[in-house]
């Protein structure tokens, strides 16, 4: 919509309106890329407050650009429409930082979150082979849309880059070819432009991406192409026997006390189970009314009651009780003991001992 209302349009208004306002959202390109790949693959998909260090580029140049976006329309688009039309000259200065340092700056800030996103799939996936000794078997897939995504942004990102420093430097020549021409308007918006259509048209290609599966999930070694692909696809468990089934293989689960580690959450369950996190999460709250968090939590605080009630209270602190379980901390715990057994640890301890 930016590229049309600028360079396309030939309306002042629609100039004056995509000339900058619509800068700061492009340095939430990056972040929102990164953002994506980290849910996608990481167990822990909260969003934490570090995360929000990530904003901080889009925030300065929303604070930057302040004295162009309060000054009237009429100025903007005369502005915007002498700029894009005859003197391509985009210097123009803002808080701390001209247009021109911006505009490079949005490029080169994709093509850094770019590389981030796929270093962090790559160290991602060290991590769940030395953990778990495997990948989630729909790995690959992730894997080839995450890089055909990526790489068209570097695309896109590298041409209006270089776009940008032929209109500052002397051309360059390669093989005979002036990199004045490569980089040429005609040249910058049919592959910016042609990367934006390709990028949505590639996402029909992933189906289970296209359909958001995008959990762990099983081996399909000896099923049709077809069937993998429905098999890929989640679907809500509704039927009793499908309950059944889920009741079997989670209370078989529950043996071996999962919900006590730390970092446990609905990815690691999924991937254990082999059943997608959608299907869970379906089961938790169509069957047991409860969220994830919520069942976790139960898990958590009826073993800890067990552990009172076999006489273990007295070897350990309330700290330590509730470090045994997962939580991250003692008033956390306290809270979701209050909330399940209605009486605070201490209390529920004293009338044990009585």
């Known amino acids: ?181 490569f980089f040429s308007e005609e040249h910058f918006f049919t592959i910016c432009g042609g990367g934006f259509f390709v990028q949505n048209f590639f996402l029909f290609l992933f189906p289970n991406i296209l359909y958001g599966n995008i959990s762990y999930s099983i081996e399909f070694d000896s099923l049709s192409t077809l069937q993998k692909f429905k098999s890929s696809l989640a679907k809500p468990a509704k039927s009793f026997d499908e309950y059944i089934e889920i009741d079997h293989q989670i209370s078989q689960y529950l043996v071996e006390l999962p919900f006590i580690k730390k970092d446990f959450n609905l990815s690691q369950m999924s991937f254990d189970l082999k059943i997608s996190e959608r299907n869970l999460s379906v089961y938790l709250n169509a069957k047991l009314k409860k969220t994830f968090g919520e069942w976790k939590n139960d898990q958590r605080i009826d073993h800890v009651v067990q552990l009172i009630n076999d006489g273990h209270a007295k070897l350990y602190t309330i700290e330590a009780l509730s470090t045994m379980v997962g939580f991250q901390s003692r008033s956390k715990f306290i809270d979701a003991f209050k909330q399940r057994q209605g009486v605070t640890p201490s209390a529920y301890i004293k009338t044990k001992k009585a």
């Open 1 to 181: 919509m930016v590229y049309f209302g600028l360079h396309y349009s030939k309306n002042e208004f629609w100039e004056g309106i995509c000339f900058v306002h619509f800068l700061p959202l492009s340095f939430l390109l990056g972040p929102t890329l990164f953002y994506y790949v980290k849910h996608t693959v990481s167990e822990k998909k909260d969003f934490q407050l570090f995360d929000t260090i990530h904003l901080i580029p889009a925030v300065f140049v929303g604070i930057a650009t302040l004295p162009f976006t309060l000054l009237p329309l009429n100025i903007k688009t005369q502005m915007a429409h002498q700029i894009v039309n005859y003197t391509e000259d985009y210097s123009l200065n803002f808080n701390w930082v001209t247009f021109e340092q911006l505009l490079y700056g949005r490029s080169i800030h994709v093509i850094f979150y770019a590389c981030l996103s796929i270093g962090y799939f790559l160290r991602n996936k060290k991590i769940l082979l030395k953990k778990y000794g495997s990948i989630p078997t729909n790995h690959p897939i992730i894997q080839r849309w995450f890089f055909i995504l990526i790489i068209l942004q570097v695309v896109i990102a590298g041409t209006s880059l270089g776009h940008m420093i032929t209109l500052y430097i002397k051309p360059v020549y390669f093989l005979g070819i002036s990199s004045h021409s």
